[in-house]
């Protein structure tokens, strides 16, 4: 059956009155933190200190990079065309080993009559240097029935899918960040390593606890490797949603919550130029981050202006503001940004090599069928997938 287009518009049309009232009630709450916004932009760090209610705990985000006139800090570099933005991209990362790592799994499935998943994580190396080839690499994992049940019993959760899948996550999750550990203590310097994901695990606030642990610590492992050996650590999020600074003018201009406004959708009116970029915030969520002891207060994030949608957020350890590498980094960021026409160069490389498609899970169920036999286990189908199968 097809998606019936003439009861769709039909739809749309019978309920349009509820769509337009929504965007209207949108609208003008967005006006009233874009009004707070240019007044507080204009404003110094110790004139937000001041405005805040010592009796707020969470500010959303703490201002820790004094601006100039506004919240854009430009790129301050112009290319008369795209081949001048090549030659300057190889400047920026001339000798300078960038590193990517992104992941992929296959979940367990009701047609195996068995639970079974895997997961991987792609690496990729390129040095940047005459002599130095690039690397990359796939490391997996299989997921058996026996840790699965393990996991069940340590949570006493009944064996869901649902609860299958949010296991599976955390592993590749897991996978992903010990392989960037890994590729870290590998990898020449000057270096830039680059993930695809958000270092405030906030999204696993639902979880158990003894989940949400194994995520901060997969974090906070991380993040401390990434000072040890001083190598910069960037989170790349593309589509963030997330809100800090909108806390943040909530509490200066006393606003109405508004769970729909992102800081990229606000930001986008001030970020209007590629490669113009924010000051640099401290994250001051609360929550999930009070779990990360040592680095509760030490992970910032800016906004950076990548292609013509909304700006990218990016988070990175305070230790590389504190250091004065920030602006650099952006500028290795932004080399890979057109490299990559419009998304980091490595971490494309790492999401194409990680992915898995509809095909390797069909790959992935034969070879397990023949090692099944060939151990004498048998393999039992839904007889549901069964039909479908013969059916097409």
């Known amino acids: 059956m097809v998606l019936p287009l003439s009861q769709l518009v039909q739809q749309l049309n019978h309920k349009k009155a ?33 405005a805040i209610d010592p009796q707020i705990a969470e500010w959303g985000a703490r201002p820790v990079e004094p601006w100039d006139g506004g919240w854009r800090i430009p790129l301050g570099v112009e290319w ?11 400047t920026q990362l001339m000798s300078v080993t960038t590193v990517a790592v992104d992941g992929s799994q296959i979940l367990p499935s009701e047609e195996l009559l068995l639970p079974v998943a895997v997961v991987q994580a792609g690496w990729f190396i390129n040095p940047h240097r005459s002599n130095g080839c690039y690397a ?9 029935p026996v840790e699965l049940r393990q996991a069940e019993e340590q949570l006493q959760q009944p064996q869901t899918y649902r609860f299958q899948e949010r296991y599976v996550h955390l592993r590749r999750f897991e996978l992903e960040l010990k392989t960037l550990r890994e590729r870290m203590v590998e990898v020449a310097t000057p270096a830039l390593l680059l993930f695809d994901g958000s270092f405030v695990a906030t999204f ?48 200066l201009a006393n606003l109405p919550p ?19 970029r924010s000051p640099f915030f401290v994250c001051d969520r609360g929550g999930i981050l009070g779990k990360y002891n040592s680095w509760v207060k030490d992970i910032g994030f800016c906004y950076l202006k990548a292609h013509q949608g909304c700006p990218v ?17 952006i500028r290795w960021l932004c080399g890979e940004l057109i490299t990559g ?11 194409q090599l990680a992915v ?18 060939g151990v004498g286990m048998e393999l039992r189908f839904s007889r549901k997938w069964v039909s479908k199968q013969q059916r097409r």
């Open 204 to 251: 696993a606030e639902s979880y158990a606890p003894e989940w949400q642990t194994r995520y901060v610590a997969a974090l906070c492992q991380t993040l401390e490797a990434s000072l040890k050996h001083r190598i910069p650590l960037v989170s790349y999020i593309d589509s963030s949603q997330a809100r800090d600074l909108v806390t943040l003018l909530r509490h």
């Open 258 to 276: 508004n769970p729909y406004l992102s800081d990229a959708q606000l930001l986008n009116t001030v970020l209007t130029q590629w490669g113009d």
């Open 313 to 329: 957020r990016l988070e990175l350890p305070l230790w590389i503001y504190k250091a004065g590498l920030l602006d650099q980094v």
């Open 80 to 90: 008369p065309h795209r081949q001048a933005a090549l030659d300057w991209a190889r």
């Open 341 to 351: 026409q419009g998304y980091p160069y490595a971490l494309e490389v790492a999401d």
């Open 356 to 373: 898995l498609q509809g095909s390797d899970r069909q790959a992935f169920l034969k070879q397990l069928q023949v090692w099944a036999e």
């Open 18 to 50: 509820e769509f337009l009232s929504y965007d209207t009630a949108l609208a003008q709450v967005r006006q009233a933190y874009q009004q707070a916004l240019r007044i507080w932009q204009q404003q110094t760090i110790s004139d937000i200190t001041a």
């Open 136 to 144: 990359k690499e796939i490391a997996l994992e299989l997921i058996t």
